[in-house]
């Protein structure tokens, strides 16, 4: 495949992304919703994330004049494009023109990245700097260049601030350093690039000193490590799911590039491929072996991964790449429209296939209404799920949002940021999940139960209560 049909590839499954997601009927995920929040409050962090997905959503916004749905979403197709044109340049400073075009077209049908053009996360910010990082480590692999390495350096650091993911690839590229000649570069330029790194981490590292290290301490909260064990299902489950998040054939290959390396097969530049992203999903797969992980957590793996798996398939099953393309891209063309078509698509027991993104927003719009009706300006909440959507879909409305205030360190963002002020003293509507036991006698204005979405089921219950009740609950 030639670079320019790569390309073509590349713009027309980008378009369909584009297209497809102007019809989309599904509501904002929770993180995504908060993500948004983050982007109208700048800040050098945030309570789960660092700041780069936030800054990136607001320049979009700001350009777009609308903080609508589809303008948050778009980011996510037009960088995963960066991204693929990157990574073709990638391939060719390091492998050659030959396999330049299947790059970019393995990697914009990866269905990790089919999925991430959808709904907008921090993989698809980080994925684009670390693309940048690999091109100027590849160019500075062969020769000495102050403008490439500090590049490197700000693009590493950049990918630091999307997500804290990016210190898993740093293991396997100091092993290549000590193991491959080819690796290494000069001193000058890993030195200014390290320090340039640490200049652009600097300010999200000042703000967590500054703010008890609230992003640590939630990064390593969520994986678990409290709660050390074996859990050989758990290390199962994700290595299986690395062949859904890459497709079959891109990670079959990725496993047999590292069996050519065992028998003594590879060159060293397959190699040095090898160590920056095996090791990533070696490291995820123990942690959950250990304690707990998510199928996207390895994805560092997949941009080195991805040239890996096409060069070796270009040479040794080129039939391959062709079926691999076949298969992703079906994925490609499939996920857009299962957003698309979200509320016709259900289960046997009635269920909608994209039931976690359904059904957010129609609750936002009850609360406000049911605020507007109760005379009550201040809505307030203990989920984490109901503040994210309502945050965004009441974003015009005359109405006050806060989180209930918590009970020793807050739990999320809006408990940190937007806990209700304890010189409130008019009632609230309090919009919950479970029915609110309190001395003094709140009034029920309504509980109700969602037809359809992810809330299905469940009993939502609206109060019309005294903020010292909710203090006291």
């Known amino acids: 495949m030639s670079a320019r049909l790569g390309l073509f590839i590349i713009l027309g499954v980008t378009l369909w992304r584009v297209i497809t997601l102007h019809f989309d009927t599904t509501d904002l995920f929770v993180d995504e919703a908060q993500y948004w929040l983050w982007s ?8 789960s994330k660092p700041p780069m997905i936030a800054w990136v959503i607001r320049a979009m916004t700001e350009l777009a004049g609308s903080t609508s ?3 948050i979403r778009l980011c996510g197709p037009l960088i995963h494009m960066a991204t ?7 391939a060719r400073r390091l492998v050659g023109r030959e396999i330049e075009g299947w790059t970019g077209a393995t990697f914009i049908t990866l269905p990790g990245v089919a999925l991430s053009s959808v709904f907008f996360s921090t993989d698809v910010v980080l994925l684009f700097f670390l ?7 590849f160019g500075l692999t062969e020769k000495r260049s102050m403008g490439l390495a500090i590049l490197m350096g700000f693009a590493f650091g950049c990918a630091f601030l999307s997500k804290y993911a990016i210190l898993f690839v740093v293991p396997g590229g100091l092993m290549a350093l000590i193991f491959l000649s080819t690796a290494r570069v000069a001193w000058r330029d890993f030195l200014l690039s390290v320090i340039v790194a640490l200049a652009v981490a600097a300010p999200n590292l000042w703000w967590n000193l500054a703010h008890d290290g609230t992003t640590v301490r939630h990064t390593t909260s969520i994986a678990h490590w409290s709660k050390l064990g074996i859990d050989v299902a758990g290390g199962l489950e994700f290595f299986a799911a690395q062949f859904g998040v890459v497709g079959p054939i891109v990670f079959f290959a990725m496993l047999w590039a590292v069996v050519r390396a065992f028998k003594g097969k590879s060159e060293p530049r397959e190699r040095l491929l090898i160590w920056l992203s095996i090791p990533v999903v070696l ?13 996207n957590w390895g ?12 060069w070796l398939l270009h040479r040794l099953w080129p039939r391959g790449l062709r079926i691999s393309l076949m298969i992703n891209g079906a994925a490609s063309l499939l996920f857009p429209l299962a957003a698309v078509f979200a509320h016709q698509l259900a289960l046997p027991n009635g269920n909608e296939i994209m039931k976690r993104y359904l059904g957010r927003s129609a609750i936002s719009r009850e609360a406000g209404e049911l605020a507007r009706q109760s005379a009550t300006p201040i809505i307030v909440s203990d989920s984490r799920d109901l503040l994210a959507d309502m945050f965004h879909t009441l974003r015009n409305d005359p109405v006050r949002i806060y989180a209930k205030p918590p009970v020793g360190s807050p739990d999320n963002y809006y408990e940190q940021s937007f806990a209700l002020p304890g010189d409130v003293a008019d009632n609230v509507l309090f919009v919950t999940t479970h029915p609110v036991d309190c001395a003094q006698t709140p009034e029920l204005v309504r509980s109700w139960q969602p037809a359809e979405g992810y809330y299905r089921g469940k009993t939502i219950f609206a109060y019309r209560i005294s903020p010292a009740c909710l203090a006291a609950s």
């Open 299 to 310: 994805v560092t793996a997949y941009v080195a991964g991805t040239i890996l798996a096409v």
């Open 40 to 47: 109208q409050h700048l800040d050098f962090g945030y309570y």
């Open 69 to 71: 749905i589809y303008w």
């Open 283 to 295: 490291l995820i797969t123990l942690q959950a072996l250990v304690a707990k992980a998510y199928a």
């Open 131 to 137: 693309a940048v990082a690999l091109w100027a480590y």
């Open 84 to 90: 693929a044109i990157v990574l073709m340049r990638t």
